[in-house]
């Protein structure tokens, strides 16, 4: 029961409501074994034909029939209730908590498994609580009540059943001995099985051009290999016991069992005959009741393994709440010894680092892959807080802004720009969505993306597709630089920007990039040499620190590693020079 744990942890909310739907099911089981014991009665009754005594039991065995299907309604509805309960209460749980995660955390997950939490784990523990709990209970307290019957009646026959109940059970607890490792084996190979499909779908037009499918199909098919030898390993192993416990906590072996045994005590006069009946019914009555156990538990560890996911989707520290301050004094960016180490990883991503940004000023940060610079980037926004130092905006910690404030001063271009299937101008328009179409054309002109929007069949009512895929990287590069324009915030971070681009669209990127650089705040991560240039101040990063930092005069004169840069850049441009002529 100790995975379970988490299972009625997170059911706790709903407690009151599933304890009553228990009681009540507890309520109709007891009714339902009643009657069994009131039956034998009048079977009793119609032996010795006491017609008073026939129509008195009659009329008993209707009532508890009728209050015990009432009970059992109830109960299901009490259950049912519990369970939109919870699903309100869990999904408002989530979506406030995912609310206050870090934005780095929700992009790294992923929407698919947030998605999968939301909606999926939630549906599962609805299903769990509606369904099987009423059920639980019943499997649970119907051996009980019955064998105290049983001996009630005749502790023989009461030992026989609880004889058959265990060696059933110890047989059903053998085949599932190792379950928890095997079903971890299971899901792990069911897991290998879903990503190689994936895999091998969305890399179709990739791997066809390369192996024509085959490396991938491979893998596929060995995915599927190890799923069939972890089932047919678990049927070698367990399947002689699942069969017998399947065998034996069947109510007609019981029934054959019970009915030998009576008859002879019966005839020897040592069971009365109500006893013989109420034997067989209840006997076979409790074994019938254990029947769903198998799919219960199985529903159980199912439940058990959702609400482990949504635990720990709970326990994922959210960022420190964020101050009330609603002004910056101006566009001044600092970063004041920063430290930041990414969760999970040991190794600091940023170690110690201080710059800053005056306002207007174009600030450019390059250097080697894993320097840091995007993760620069990252902390602006607040996908992650700092672990030491501070961030500040103007002079106030960025922790200490509202979240809207920093929204509504900085604008990001990042080198994977969210595009969502919408229009054209929509796409434009998010984060100024007021914005009239006449806004969105001259911010679309000034990105250099206008004309070829109106090549376009519907021009700016043109559906972009899923993640815009029927746009060139540097198109999509310059819808989002329009949309940075519309929104128009004094402060620009533009991550890698200039990677999509062939020598056409770096032509039209650049004049963008002035329109939307003029008169703001800007920090640019580039690689390009040509690009950062002429920035006033260029930041050279090395394995989270900053190696060098000063305008492109200065840092060419050191004997660092810009230098080092400039010199491998020129170069390589005059070869091309010499090699066009
Ligand atoms: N989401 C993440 N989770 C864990 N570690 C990360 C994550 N993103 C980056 N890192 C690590 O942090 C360090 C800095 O990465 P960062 O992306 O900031 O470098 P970068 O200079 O922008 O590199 P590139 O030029 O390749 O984009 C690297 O060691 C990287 O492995």
Redesign the pocket.
Request: avoid cysteine; glycine fraction near 22%.
């Given at each position: 029961m100790a995975t379970d744990n988490v299972l009625w942890r997170i059911v706790r909310p709903v407690k009151k409501k599933l304890n009553f739907a228990m009681v009540l099911s507890v309520g109709s089981t007891l009714l339902t074994i009643a009657n069994l014991i009131i039956l034998s009665y009048l079977i009793n009754a119609l032996y010795t034909g006491d017609t008073t005594q026939i129509l008195y039991l009659f009329g008993m065995m209707i009532l508890c029939v009728v209050i015990s299907y009432v009970l059992r309604l109830k109960s299901f509805d009490v259950s049912h209730y519990a369970a939109f309960d919870l699903e309100a209460i869990l999904r408002k749980n989530i979506s406030s908590h995912l609310a206050k995660l870090p934005l780095?955390f929700l992009t790294?997950t992923g929407s698919g498994a947030l998605t999968k939490i939301l909606n999926e784990d939630v549906r599962l523990l609805h299903g769990f609580v509606a369904d099987s709990t009423p059920l639980f209970v019943r499997t649970y307290a119907f051996p009980v009540v019955t064998l105290v019957a049983l001996f009630w009646f005749d502790y023989r026959v009461a030992l026989v059943c609880l004889a058959i109940l265990i060696v059933g059970l110890g047989f059903l607890a053998l085949a599932m001995k190792n379950k928890t490792e095997v079903t971890h084996q299971f899901n792990k190979a069911k897991e290998d099985i879903n990503v190689a499909v994936i895999e091998y779908v969305q890399a179709m037009p990739v791997v066809r051009v390369f192996d024509g499918g085959e490396k991938s199909f491979v893998r596929y098919e060995s995915a599927l290999q190890r799923y069939l030898s972890i089932i047919t390993l678990w049927f070698k192993e367990n399947g002689l016991n699942a069969k017998l416990s399947m065998f034996i906590l069947n109510p007609l072996p019981t029934f054959i069992i019970l009915l030998v045994l009576g008859t002879y005590w019966f005839q020897e006069g040592s069971l009365s005959f109500v006893s013989f009946v109420a034997s067989l019914l209840l006997g076979t009555g409790m074994i019938e009741s254990i029947l769903p156990y198998r799919s219960l538990t199985n529903v159980i560890s199912r439940a058990a393994i959702s609400s482990k996911r949504i635990e720990e989707l709970l326990a994922v520290e959210p960022l420190a709440s964020s101050g009330e301050q609603t002004s910056v004094s101006d566009t001044t960016i600092s970063f004041e010894s920063v430290s930041f180490t990414?969760?999970?990883?040991e190794?600091k991503?940023?170690d110690n680092i201080s710059f800053t940004v005056k306002p207007g000023t174009f600030t450019a940060i390059t250097?080697?892959?894993?320097?840091?610079?995007?993760?620069?980037?990252?902390l602006l926004p607040r996908f992650w807080d700092v672990n030491q130092g501070q961030i500040k905006l103007g002079d106030t910690d960025i922790r200490n802004l509202k979240p809207e404030v920093l929204l509504d001063t900085i604008s990001f271009v990042f080198?994977d720009n969210f595009i969502f299937s919408d229009t054209i101008a929509n796409n434009i328009r998010m984060g100024a969505e007021e914005a009239s179409i006449e806004e969105v054309m001259e911010a679309a002109k000034a990105a250099q993306i206008h004309d070829f929007i109106m090549q376009l069949p519907d021009g700016y009512e043109t559906l972009v597709k899923e993640r815009g895929n029927n746009f060139s990287g540097g198109q999509k590069q310059r819808l989002a630089i329009a949309r940075a324009i519309l929104r128009n915030k004094p402060v620009l971070i533009l991550?890698?920007v200039t990677s999509f681009s062939d020598t056409e669209n770096e032509l039209l990127l650049m004049c963008a990039f002035r329109n939307l650089m003029k008169d703001k705040t800007v920090i640019m991560?580039a690689?390009r040499l040509e690009t950062i240039k002429n920035a006033d101040q260029i930041i050279v990063?090395d394995k989270?620190r900053i190696s060098e930092i000063g305008n492109h005069d200065q840092l060419a004169a050191n004997n660092g590693i810009y230098h080092a840069m400039w010199q491998s850049y020129t170069q390589a441009r005059n070869w091309h020079i010499k090699s066009d002529k």
């Open positions: 780095g790294e990414y969760p999970g990883r190794d991503a940023l250097g080697a892959s894993g320097a840091g610079k995007s993760t620069v980037a990252r080198q991550d890698e991560i690689h990063m989270g």
